[in-house]
């Protein structure tokens, strides 16, 4: 009883709620949604009311029986819930790091082992499970990034094409993995975390479609991407991540729409294995270009899953991405074609660097330089190596057949050579001055960036008062390549290669690391995965 009441003379067994409407009493013992129904008759204050401090005693009960039923007892404390429904009622929640199917399946788990092998074994089943669950949250993240575009988009949501990787929902991500969980029918090495450690990985490739052709990887060379991508250099790294795009092996299976391939050949695979194949770029064979491009490793096919590259014992892809080896040419000695070899032919033919008593500039001497000067050679240039390292004098000269070296930091030698070089292919990727490469081209001379210097600072006046040019390129299309590669094979052309077996992959991207390879890492697949 409060105060007021006291003071207007209501008498002191009455309920606070009497004041109220007749109809609109609320009985505070039953549940919210229930009013009281003996509300029009004077009735004792019920004891959930908070009782007065010392003038006046809790009554014990609030109505007779007869009147209505009501609970035995009304904590004042804290007042009962009402009981859920079933369909609403709350699940126990899971243990922390319960494997992902074991959650969201429909079959029961069965017990895990207390001891013994069998124990061991359940702990392995979980982590591969905890591992496919971090991986699908890995690509639910990935793909919501396209459903928000922006701020300046957000009134006008991009729309997703029907099929697209951004229009399957995580679900239908997750019951591929959940495949490839299950039935594994392919060896390979993959890193785990942005460590860069790689260590024996089993996963399901696809089937063999209509247009796909199925290739035992026989070689897999190694790029600098490698380390890149293990290392989630690029923030963009989809765990386990399986590297390599520079693949060569045999042919073992071809869908029934296969024209141009037949077991038992020879055939190669580069940096990329779809695209839309409908656009103005995939019509010009420069499928490198394509906006929807998909990268050997660490890409989104049209099916939703992540790539696996050619660290691995076998791989599935379009019949327009194989490239076929000519008979007699080294397999171990094709797969660095594919990526070292067609990055820097590709710009060299579009700018007509193929025209013999020219002169070719080389920045670096590493997987790309080193064809490059192979290729400059073969066109009967006159090639000139520009590195920072006198070391590779010896090499570029004696072993590679240059022309020329300098010593790029050396001022004197490079004011000797300004203005007498037509083209000048840069691949070197650490940060480094490009005025003085272009003061040394002649009127109208180009210089061709292949690799990716963190930063490009040019003077304006080092272009316009010599009409010079500064070009990028990166890789090349399907009709390149495999030009390229029966260009290697008629003229005789091998990469100079360090073979190695698996086991020892985590060595040589240290080494790569450290650029001490001559010139190009491939890795021994077939007899590694024996």
Same mark, same amino acid.
């Given at each position: 009883?409060? =105060?007021?009441? @006291?003071?207007?003379?209501?008498?002191? %067994? +009455?309920? #606070?709620?009497? &004041? !109220?409407? *007749?109809?609109?009493?609320?009985?505070?013992?039953?549940?919210?949604?229930?009013?009281?129904?003996?509300?029009?008759?004077?009735?004792?204050?019920?004891?959930?009311?908070?009782?007065?401090?010392?003038?006046?005693?809790?009554?014990?009960?609030?109505?007779?029986?007869?009147?209505?039923?009501?609970?035995?007892?009304?904590?004042?404390?804290?007042?009962?819930?009402?009981?859920?429904?079933?369909?609403?009622?709350?699940?126990?929640?899971?243990?922390?790091?319960?494997?992902?199917?074991?959650?969201?399946?429909?079959?029961?788990?069965?017990?895990?082992?207390?001891?013994?092998?069998?124990?061991?074994?359940?702990?392995?089943?979980?982590?591969?499970?905890?591992?496919?669950?971090?991986?699908?949250?890995?690509?639910?993240?990935? =793909?919501?990034? @396209?459903?928000?575009?922006?701020?300046? %988009? +957000?009134? #006008?949501?991009? &729309? !997703?094409? *029907?099929?697209?990787?951004?229009?399957?929902?995580?679900?239908?991500?997750?019951?591929?993995?959940?495949?490839?969980?299950?039935?594994?029918?392919?060896?390979?090495?993959?890193?785990?975390?942005?460590?860069?450690?790689?260590?024996?990985?089993?996963?399901?490739?696809?089937?063999?479609?209509?247009?796909?052709?199925?290739?035992r990887i026989t070689y897999c060379g190694v790029c600098y991407a490698d380390v890149?991508?293990?290392?989630?250099?690029?923030?963009?790294?989809?765990?386990?991540?399986?590297?390599?795009?520079?693949?060569?092996?045999?042919?073992?299976?071809?869908?029934?729409?296969?024209?141009?391939?037949?077991?038992?050949?020879?055939?190669?695979?580069?940096?990329?294995?779809?695209?839309?194949?409908?656009?103005?770029?995939?019509?010009?064979?420069?499928?490198?270009?394509?906006?929807?491009?998909?990268?050997?490793?660490?890409?989104?096919?049209?099916?939703?899953?992540?790539?696996?590259?050619?660290?691995?014992?076998?791989?599935?892809?379009?019949?327009?991405?194989?490239?076929?080896?000519?008979?007699?040419?080294?397999?171990?000695?094709?797969?660095?074609?594919?990526?070292?070899?067609?990055?820097?032919?590709?710009?060299?033919?579009?700018?007509?660097?193929?025209?013999?008593?020219?002169?070719?500039?080389?920045?670096?001497?590493?997987?790309?330089?080193?064809?490059?000067?192979?290729?400059?050679?073969?066109?009967?240039?006159?090639?000139?190596?520009?590195?920072?390292?006198?070391?590779?004098?010896?090499?570029?000269?004696?072993?590679?057949?240059?022309?020329?070296?300098?010593?790029?930091?050396?001022?004197?030698?490079?004011?000797?050579?300004?203005?007498?070089?037509?083209?000048?292919?840069?691949?070197?990727?650490?940060n480094h001055p490009f005025d003085p490469y272009l003061a040394l081209l002649k009127?109208?001379?180009?210089?061709?960036?292949?690799?990716?210097?963190?930063?490009?600072?040019?003077?304006?006046?080092?272009?316009?008062?010599?009409?010079?040019?500064?070009?990028?390129?990166?890789?090349?299309?399907?009709?390149?390549?495999?030009?390229?590669?029966?260009?290697?094979?008629?003229?005789?052309?091998?990469?100079?290669?360090?073979?190695?077996?698996?086991d020892y992959i985590n060595e040589a991207l240290e080494r790569l690391v450290n650029?001490?390879?001559?010139?190009?890492?491939?890795?021994?697949?077939?007899?590694?995965?024996?």
């Amino acid at each position: 009883m409060s =105060r007021n009441a @006291s003071a207007r003379g209501d008498p002191p %067994d +009455r309920c #606070a709620s009497a &004041r !109220l409407p *007749p109809r609109a009493r609320p009985h505070r013992c039953a549940s919210r949604l229930q009013l009281c129904p003996a509300a029009a008759v004077a009735r004792p204050a019920c004891s959930s009311a908070r009782p007065p401090p010392s003038r006046a005693p809790p009554v014990a009960a609030c109505l007779p029986a007869a009147a209505r039923p009501i609970p035995p007892s009304c904590a004042p404390a804290r007042r009962a819930r009402p009981p859920r429904a079933p369909h609403l009622q709350q699940r126990a929640c899971p243990p922390p790091r319960t494997p992902f199917f074991v959650i969201y399946s429909s079959h029961p788990p069965k017990p895990a082992p207390t001891e013994g092998a069998g124990r061991k074994q359940h702990r392995a089943r979980t982590r591969v499970c905890t591992r496919e669950y971090e991986i699908y949250l890995q690509l639910f993240l990935r =793909r919501t990034r @396209s459903w928000f575009p922006g701020t300046a %988009d +957000r009134r #006008a949501p991009r &729309r !997703l094409v *029907p099929g697209s990787p951004e229009s399957r929902s995580p679900s239908s991500v997750l019951v591929g993995m959940a495949v490839e969980s299950e039935s594994c029918n392919c060896d390979a090495w993959a890193a785990r975390d942005p460590s860069g450690i790689l260590s024996p990985y089993r996963f399901s490739r696809r089937t063999v479609q209509h247009n796909d052709v199925s290739l035992r990887i026989t070689y897999c060379g190694v790029c600098y991407a490698d380390v890149v991508w293990t290392r989630n250099k690029h923030n963009d790294s989809v765990y386990p991540l399986v590297p390599g795009h520079e693949i060569a092996g045999v042919v073992t299976e071809v869908g029934s729409g296969v024209d141009g391939f037949e077991v038992g050949d020879h055939v190669a695979v580069g940096t990329y294995v779809n695209s839309c194949r409908d656009c103005e770029n995939c019509n010009s064979f420069l499928e490198n270009h394509c906006s929807k491009f998909v990268f050997t490793f660490n890409g989104v096919d049209s099916d939703g899953t992540v790539t696996k590259g050619g660290y691995s014992s076998h791989i599935v892809v379009h019949e327009r991405y194989c490239h076929k080896i000519p008979d007699g040419y080294p397999l171990e000695k094709a797969a660095p074609l594919v990526c070292a070899g067609i990055t820097v032919y590709t710009p060299m033919m579009r700018h007509h660097m193929n025209q013999p008593g020219k002169s070719l500039g080389v920045v670096g001497l590493g997987g790309l330089g080193h064809m490059a000067v192979k290729f400059g050679k073969a066109f009967r240039l006159k090639v000139t190596v520009f590195s920072t390292s006198e070391s590779k004098r010896d090499e570029a000269i004696s072993l590679l057949g240059a022309d020329n070296f300098v010593i790029s930091s050396d001022e004197k030698q490079m004011e000797s050579l300004k203005n007498s070089m037509h083209f000048i292919v840069d691949t070197a990727s650490g940060n480094h001055p490009f005025d003085p490469y272009l003061a040394l081209l002649k009127v109208g001379g180009v210089m061709v960036l292949v690799g990716f210097p963190g930063e490009i600072r040019v003077q304006p006046a080092t272009l316009n008062l010599g009409a010079r040019s500064l070009s990028g390129s990166v890789t090349g299309g399907t009709k390149d390549t495999q030009e390229m590669i029966n260009f290697c094979a008629a003229i005789k052309i091998y990469p100079d290669i360090e073979l190695i077996k698996m086991d020892y992959i985590n060595e040589a991207l240290e080494r790569l690391v450290n650029r001490d390879v001559r010139y190009r890492f491939v890795i021994d697949i077939e007899s590694s995965f024996r």
